[in-house]
Every structure is written in C-alpha cells, then in structure tokens.
C-alpha cells in the first residue's frame, strides 16, 4: 500500500480501476484547511493524463509494472514479434499497443517490454537509436545560421526533420523520446 502523503514521481498504484504513474506532485499545506497533494498522473495503459488532489492520508494498491528486455524480431500483419532473450520465446504484441513506439524500432533492436499481471500494455524503445536517411533533398553547407531544417525519411518509415546539411546516404542517432535529430554518425 502506498499513501498519497508517499507520492514520489515514478510511483504507480492502482485507482479507479485503472494503473497510474505520478508525472509530478506537489504537497500543498494552505493557511487554512487540511493539507493535500496535488498530482498529474498518467494511465499507463491508455497514456491519458489528468490532474487529481488526494488527501495525504489516502491509500492505494501498489501496482508493479514488469519492464522486461525482448529484441524486436519481425513484423507479421497486425502483430510485432519479440523475442524473450532469456527463454528464447516469441511473444506477439498488437501493433495498436505499441504502433507510436515502433517508428524508430528496426528488426534486432533491444526494448523493453511493458507489461501488468501479464498483459503487455507497451514498450520503451532505447533513447538513442542510429538510422539509415532512406530519402531527403540533397544537402548543402551555408544558410545554417536561422537552423533550418528538411524533412527526412527514416529506414523504418518515419519522418523528421534534419539539418540542411544532411544527406540522404547519411546515418544520424534520433532521441526516440522527443523524435528528434542529435547529430550525424561518422561513418
């Protein structure tokens, strides 16, 4: 059990039928009144985010969300495959769980696997992933200095946008948590 007086960013425990991690919190002590904490937290099976007061004295159920390291195998129609690098299985996730995630995952790629009492719910992609351009205009030096960008399309089919002075047989590291360009990979 944890209590709302408890509330630590990360922490995730059960309520109103739903699995909830706290985002942010902030315990809130007015001049007058009881005190209470204020929190954004996010269902970490939907992704909603909503922002609750508890009472500090309020308690919840723990909830214990297993992350797990599988390498991503194949695609096959409407199923990702993943491979538990312990036990050799192939576990199939519907792409509607995870289709967001996917855009910077290539096949052999190590993730880690959300899931609660079993059922997988989502995955984390690394933080940084190197990726082949497969198509963008051709790059030129100069006009750098206002950081303008070009659109560029990944190996695995996503787009963003890169510096002008990326080409299209260039290989870039992308920060999958923001979608965005880091910087050029030397070859």
């Known amino acids: 059990m944890v209590t709302a007086g408890d509330f630590r960013n990360g922490v995730t425990f059960e309520f109103e039928g739903g699995v909830w991690q706290i985002v942010e919190f902030q315990h809130v002590k007015p001049g007058k009144g009881a005190a209470f904490v204020r929190t954004k937290i996010k269902?970490?099976?939907?992704?909603?985010?909503?922002?609750?007061?508890?009472?500090?004295?309020?308690?919840?159920e723990n909830a214990y969300v297993e992350r797990k390291d599988m390498q991503y195998s194949y695609n096959d129609g409407d199923l990702y495959y993943f491979m538990d690098q312990e036990t050799y299985d192939m576990i199939p996730i519907s792409m509607d769980a995870v289709k967001n995630e996917m855009k910077f995952v290539k096949e052999n790629d190590i993730?880690?696997?959300?899931?609660?009492?079993?059922?997988?719910?989502?995955?984390?992609?690394?933080?940084?992933?190197?990726?082949a351009i497969t198509e963008t205009e051709p790059g030129f030096a100069g006009n750098t200095a206002t950081g303008a960008t070009k659109p560029a399309t990944l190996e695995t089919g996503a787009v963003i946008q890169v510096p002008l002075f990326v080409d299209g047989s260039d290989i870039i590291r992308v920060d999958t948590r923001t979608g965005e360009y880091m910087e050029r990979v030397t070859k």
Do not use: A, H, M
């Open 43 to 60: 269902n970490v099976i939907t992704g909603s985010v909503v922002e609750k007061t508890f009472r500090p004295t309020e308690k919840f």
């Open 111 to 131: 993730c880690k696997i959300l899931s609660y009492k079993g059922n997988v719910f989502g995955l984390e992609p690394p933080t940084f992933v190197e990726l």
